[in-house]
């Protein structure tokens, strides 16, 4: 009617996407590359939550007030201190790598996020978070965590050649990547080697500890390999190019998934980004860690990669250029033609 206001209701921002990481020793630059690589990619709001020793806060909150105000509005932090609610705290924090047992108490310590993505430090996204965390909606009514095999092979896996406890499936899984739904973790009553009934998440961690410490060599993983041995409708696995490692190439090219849509989250354990014994790993890592933010993707990261690739070529890893590229290159035309489209609308309304 005249002189009546219309009132459009905006659409609801959708809630943001929650990363977790655990930060300690000399693990700041790793920690900030990778989340630099999650910022760059992704179009939906991120919440970083940061587990780090008291000594690394002032400088996690240094670096990233230091980042361009177009990439901060895109995600908000919070650091937390190295905590362990059960159990001794040393044990836990001396448990495999220093404090990389935090892991496993992030469904007790996090208690109002409902669902998490977990990356260790040493991981890059070489495309959007938003495509790994759509695999929630993939979860059946048990699956609870999501993660990627150890090993595509038995016969040259770890766990299938080495391991002296229960581990999940024919090669165990690895969880420098695991997808999480939190609230599903702590509704559970998981089944378990020790008493005939259920355990929650909380009451199950020290006393399966205890247990299989004496076994156990990746700490932490092992502990979610057990768990998931005994509850495995509880997991639901994604495949390699979600998780890829070097063990995915130095041994000729084992990972089917990356070979066709190209490597989606690339995970340089064992030190590979700081040493030559991989060079392909450490060239994406470096490219990611010198790109100037405000600068074009294309010509200050697509193409700088490409050339330091082809020092590469002599390599097992390197022989293989696409399964890298291939994924990146698709993201930064996806970032490319979102920018256009936004700035072409914006100056179509004047």
Same mark, same amino acid.
């Given at each position: /009617?005249? $002189? !009546?206001?219309?009132?459009?209701?905006?659409?609801?921002?959708?809630?943001?996407?929650?990363?977790?990481?655990?930060?300690? @020793?000399?693990?700041?630059? !790793?920690?900030?590359?990778?989340?630099? %690589?999650?910022?760059?990619? %992704?179009?939906?709001?991120?919440?970083?939550?940061?587990?780090? +020793?008291?000594?690394?806060?002032?400088?996690?909150?240094?670096?990233?007030? !230091?980042?361009? %105000?177009?990439? #901060?509005?895109?995600?908000?932090?919070?650091?937390?201190?190295?905590?362990?609610?059960?159990?001794?705290?040393? =044990?836990? /924090?001396?448990?495999?790598?220093?404090?990389?047992?935090?892991?496993?108490?992030?469904?007790?310590?996090?208690?109002?996020?409902?669902?998490?993505?977990?990356?260790? #430090?040493?991981?890059?996204?070489?495309?959007?978070?938003?495509?790994?965390?759509?695999?929630?909606? !993939?979860?059946?009514?048990?699956?609870?965590?999501?993660?990627?095999?150890?090993?595509?092979?038995?016969?040259?896996?770890?766990?299938?050649?080495?391991?002296?406890?229960?581990?999940?499936?024919?090669?165990?899984?690895?969880? $420098?990547?695991?997808?999480?739904?939190? #609230?599903?973790?702590?509704?559970?009553?998981?089944?378990? %080697?020790?008493?005939?009934? @259920?355990?929650?998440?909380?009451?199950?961690?020290?006393?399966?500890?205890?247990?299989?410490?004496?076994?156990?060599?990746?700490?932490?993983?092992?502990?979610?390999?057990?768990?998931?041995?005994?509850?495995? =409708?509880?997991?639901?696995?994604?495949?390699?190019?979600?998780?890829?490692?070097?063990?995915?190439?130095?041994?000729?090219?084992?990972?089917? @998934?990356?070979?066709?849509?190209?490597?989606?989250?690339?995970?340089?354990?064992?030190?590979?980004?700081?040493?030559?014994?991989?060079?392909?790993?450490?060239?994406?890592?470096?490219?990611?860690?010198?790109?100037?933010? +405000?600068?074009?993707?294309?010509?200050?990261?697509?193409?700088?990669?490409?050339?330091?690739?082809?020092?590469?070529?002599?390599?097992?890893?390197?022989?293989?250029?696409?399964?890298?590229?291939?994924?990146?290159? /698709? #993201?930064?035309?996806?970032?490319? +033609?979102?920018?256009?489209?936004?700035?072409? $609308?914006?100056?179509?309304?004047?």
């Amino acid at each position: /009617k005249p $002189g !009546e206001q219309k009132h459009s209701k905006e659409p609801s921002p959708l809630p943001c996407m929650h990363l977790a990481v655990v930060a300690c @020793g000399d693990r700041l630059e !790793e920690t900030l590359i990778m989340l630099k %690589s999650a910022v760059l990619f %992704s179009s939906r709001r991120l919440c970083f939550h940061i587990f780090a +020793e008291d000594s690394l806060k002032p400088e996690f909150d240094k670096k990233l007030k !230091e980042w361009p %105000s177009s990439y #901060t509005k895109k995600f908000e932090y919070n650091i937390y201190p190295i905590t362990f609610s059960v159990g001794n705290a040393q =044990e836990w /924090k001396k448990l495999f790598k220093p404090c990389a047992a935090q892991r496993l108490f992030l469904p007790v310590i996090l208690k109002d996020v409902d669902s998490l993505l977990y990356v260790d #430090t040493d991981v890059l996204f070489l495309r959007p978070i938003d495509d790994i965390w759509h695999i929630l909606k !993939e979860f059946n009514s048990t699956q609870l965590a999501a993660m990627a095999p150890e090993h595509e092979i038995p016969k040259i896996g770890w766990y299938s050649r080495f391991a002296r406890h229960p581990y999940y499936g024919t090669t165990g899984v690895n969880s $420098g990547v695991m997808l999480m739904n939190l #609230t599903r973790i702590r509704n559970t009553q998981f089944k378990n %080697s020790m008493i005939p009934s @259920g355990l929650t998440w909380e009451e199950m961690l020290y006393p399966l500890y205890q247990k299989y410490k004496n076994y156990i060599t990746w700490g932490d993983q092992d502990l979610l390999n057990i768990i998931f041995y005994f509850n495995p =409708e509880c997991l639901y696995v994604f495949p390699c190019q979600w998780n890829y490692r070097p063990d995915h190439c130095m041994y000729g090219s084992n990972c089917k @998934g990356a070979e066709e849509e190209g490597v989606s989250i690339l995970h340089g354990n064992r030190g590979v980004y700081h040493d030559d014994k991989q060079p392909t790993f450490k060239a994406l890592y470096e490219v990611i860690r010198d790109f100037p933010f +405000e600068d074009n993707l294309f010509q200050s990261l697509y193409y700088p990669l490409q050339s330091k690739f082809l020092d590469t070529v002599h390599t097992l890893c390197g022989r293989i250029p696409q399964v890298f590229l291939k994924q990146i290159e /698709k #993201t930064m035309k996806k970032v490319y +033609e979102n920018r256009v489209i936004v700035y072409l $609308g914006a100056n179509h309304r004047y």
